[in-house]
């Protein structure tokens, strides 16, 4: 049953997100940019997850980490809120001292923009929830079950490759697909270690829809901003600080236990969040 729903999850995953992005921007000339195109897709894993509990499975959603936990998880949603800002400060940081960008926030709007920022991430997270609840609430628990290190990576590159059109149909421009395309699979591999233990500590997917948001919003826009406009940097050389930045991090305990398989959970009929320690 198991196998069944995680099987027909990825059949709604990618049999409605991929048809459609070919269809809107190939078909209808539609721009994948616009929030409002970009809506089903993020909906989509949602409503996969919702399908296979309500009618495949049959599970429910006792285990789908649907409260908030704002008190007993708020150092994971202070976490979750700030650490994009603390990835792309580094990141900034090691652009600099390579040479890459000269320190210059005005692209962004200065401080008034960055602190501006700090209320963005909150007010979109109902956004990305659609994603979280998907493939790091349902899929994470259920693919390697047992296997908690294992099923994250396998999840994060399952993740990436669900991206992959976007990459091809406007939505990001890679002068170098191959290069450009492997370390973009790694940074969604790495981004959902990170997604998992946050997950894992706070069971609530709404604090991993906040750090989804941060990283959509503060990271990809000062990235964009700052680095790439601002600093004339190209993309390749963006994605490759990044990628440093998110391996150091990911590498740092305790979420490197995540990878490594430490103290697996068996996932059962009615899966609970694996707990990871740290």
């Known amino acids: 049953m198991r196998s069944r ?13 991929w048809p459609y992005l070919f269809i809107a921007r190939s078909g209808l000339g539609l721009s994948l940019v616009n929030p409002l195109v970009q809506l089903p897709v ?13 009618w495949v499975t049959r599970e429910g959603f006792t285990d789908a ?31 600099a001292a390579r040479g890459w960008w000269q320190p210059d926030l005005a692209p962004a709007g200065g401080p008034a923009g960055i602190a501006l920022l700090l209320l963005l991430p909150a007010v979109l997270t ?10 790091t609430s349902f899929l994470w628990p259920r693919l390697i ?10 999840t994060g590159f399952i993740w990436a490759v669900w991206h992959y059109p976007l990459a091809y149909l ?39 829809s906040l750090a989804h948001a941060g990283n959509n919003v503060v ?4 990235y964009e901003q700052l680095l790439i406009d601002g600093g004339g940097m190209s993309q390749l ?36 969040p694996p707990r990871m320690s740290g």
């Open 145 to 154: 079950p047992g296997r908690p290190g294992w099923s994250v990576v396998v």
């Open 5 to 17: 729903g995680v099987l027909v999850y990825l059949a709604i995953a990618f049999g409605v997100t």
């Open 170 to 208: 406007g939505y990001v421009e890679f002068t170098d697909h191959t290069v450009s395309m492997l370390l973009w699979t790694v940074q969604f591999m790495l981004q959902q270690v990170m997604l998992c233990w946050l997950y894992a500590r706070s069971g609530s997917v709404w604090v991993t």
């Open 65 to 95: 980490g649907l409260r908030l936990r704002l008190r007993a998880a708020r150092k994971y949603w202070l976490l979750a809120w700030l650490g994009p800002f603390a990835i792309t400060g580094v990141t900034l940081l090691l652009a």
């Open 126 to 135: 109902p956004l990305y929830w659609g994603e979280e609840f998907g493939w």
């Open 237 to 272: 050389q963006v994605m490759a600080c990044s990628t440093m930045v998110l391996a150091v991090v990911c590498a740092a305990a305790p979420i490197w236990r995540i990878v490594s398989g430490r103290r697996p959970q068996r996932v059962s009929a009615r899966p609970e």
């Open 219 to 222: 990271i990809g826009l000062l």
């Open 42 to 54: 993020a909906l989509t894993p949602a409503i996969g997850a919702l399908v296979v509990r309500r």
